[in-house]
């Protein structure tokens, strides 16, 4: 098979050698037609552009290679130690009010050059401390959900929940909790459950409006978190249409905390209950 591009002509044989045409960077080219369009010229232009960059920056380090080593600050202040002698002999001897007030100013300029400089070095400053600031609360913030959700999926009382519901809860209460000023792990506001939640009162809630079946485990015998015995699946037994005062203080008595989420889901208030 014939190379395209090749160094030398060496490289392919002699029968064919005939058919490459040299380039500019001293290499062979198939000579063919409908080959590849020849991009010589725009090499050579791009090479000319950068033979000029070069050329610019040499004159630029030409121009100020007698300042090598010495910062823009500390040239801005050679410049104004040069005003200060300028000003000087100029007015030896001879000054007068509109000068020095002339001289005032131009120092008064200097100054607030420099603290305008100042500010600006701290203003960034305190601009990269907040900004970490604010990443460090966010981490910590999101560690502290994460570990309210595991507590709520792992207690004692906790609901019964199918391993596979633990990848789409994670993500789901991050969405939907927060952090109250006492630093208690809640749920916002509005995001379709009562704000001021624990985690566990808004998956007792998603199980009393029977959203998110799959994320919960059945059990016949001892109801949805398989520990106390009582009916408690269902309709809510706190709500007006399908209230139910025997099943609901089965589950005040067995299950409080299922018994709180309950009847917010009702939009009761659990106090009327002892709770």
Do not use: C
């Not at 299922?258 to 009702?266: N, V």
Request: charged share 35%; proline share 2%; glycine share 10%.
């Amino acid at each position: 098979m014939l190379k395209y591009t090749v160094n030398s002509l060496d490289d392919v044989d002699s029968s064919v050698q005939n058919f490459y045409q040299e380039t500019d960077d001293g290499k062979f080219r198939l000579n063919v037609e409908g080959g590849p369009a020849d991009l010589s010229g725009d090499v050579q232009r791009l090479k000319g552009a950068l033979e000029k960059e070069r050329e610019a920056h040499k004159g630029t380090k030409q121009k100020f290679q007698g300042f090598d080593g010495i910062s823009l600050d500390e040239i801005q202040e050679l410049r104004d130690k040069a005003e200060d002698l300028e000003f000087q002999l100029e007015t030896s001897g001879k000054k007068n009010d509109e000068q020095i007030e002339e001289r005032a100013e131009k120092l008064a300029a200097r100054q607030t050059r420099k603290l305008e400089e100042q500010i600006a070095a701290l203003s960034a400053e305190r601009e990269q401390y907040a900004a970490a600031i604010k990443l460090h609360e966010a981490a910590a913030n999101q560690r502290k959900i994460r570990d309210a959700v595991e507590e709520s999926l792992s207690g004692n009382d906790a609901l019964a929940i199918v391993d596979s519901a633990r990848e789409d809860i994670l993500p789901f209460a991050e969405r939907i909790m927060t952090i109250n000023e006492d630093g208690e792990v809640v749920s916002k506001d509005n995001v379709g459950f009562e704000p001021g939640l624990t985690f566990a009162e808004v998956l007792g809630d998603i199980q009393a409006s029977g959203r998110r079946g799959h994320w919960f485990k059945q059990n016949k015998s001892g109801g949805a978190n398989g520990g106390s015995g009582s009916d408690i699946g269902g309709e809510n037994p706190f709500k007006a249409g399908t209230r139910n005062m025997t099943k609901a203080s089965l589950i005040v008595r067995d299950d409080p905390r299922r018994a709180k989420a309950l009847i917010l889901a009702a939009g009761d208030d659990p106090k009327r209950y002892g709770l």
